[in-house]
């Protein structure tokens, strides 16, 4: 087993013992940001009554919401594939006004779309800024990972 997989099942013997998105979130970014060498994580989730994407975890900076069908975490929702961008600036989905409101530049990002068991997109995990860029292992490992957690965000979610 290779180094971030044996990683990752030592994660999940720890997950199962955290009952509240609120502890979860924090606990599942920390994971992510470690495995892969990103400096920050966000986990959008989808509030499909509003339209919107939004998330309680955003390090370092306070709740950011965006229209559903906005940004790479929107084209990610609309596509329901991963994306990954080793120049942020230079794709036409960036919102380059999230940075701009935050003071956080993102250079990079990685993001995949995080799936219920009823095969619906209920969010988004986004990776930012990595050290020499994203690479194809991250985005397999990452979309893995989304869907490795997607069970206990399902779960959580219907107790909100």
């Known amino acids: 087993m290779t180094g971030k997989y044996k990683e990752l099942a030592d994660f999940s013997k720890d ?4 009952a509240t998105l609120d502890e979860g979130l924090p606990f599942i970014s920390q994971k992510a940001k470690k495995i892969i060498g990103a400096d920050r ?13 939004w998330t309680t975890l955003a390090d370092g900076v306070e709740k950011i919401v965006v229209p559903f069908d906005m940004g790479l975490a929107g084209h990610t929702i609309r596509t329901q594939k991963p994306i990954l961008e080793n120049d942020a600036y230079e794709n036409p989905n960036f ?3 999230i940075d701009l409101q935050t003071g956080y530049y993102t250079k990079n990002i990685l993001t995949s779309p995080v799936i219920n068991s009823q095969r619906e997109v209920i969010g988004v995990f986004q990776l930012l800024n990595k050290e020499g860029g ?12 989304a869907h490795y957690v997607s069970g206990f965000l399902e779960l959580e979610l219907k107790n909100l």
Request: aromatic residues 16%; contains cysteine.
């Open 15 to 18: 997950l199962v013992r955290i």
């Open 134 to 145: 994203f690479h194809k292992e991250d985005l397999e490992f990452i979309t893995f990972f």
């Open 95 to 97: 919102l380059s006004d």
């Open 41 to 53: 994580c966000s986990v959008f989730l989808l509030d499909s009554d509003m339209n919107q994407l």
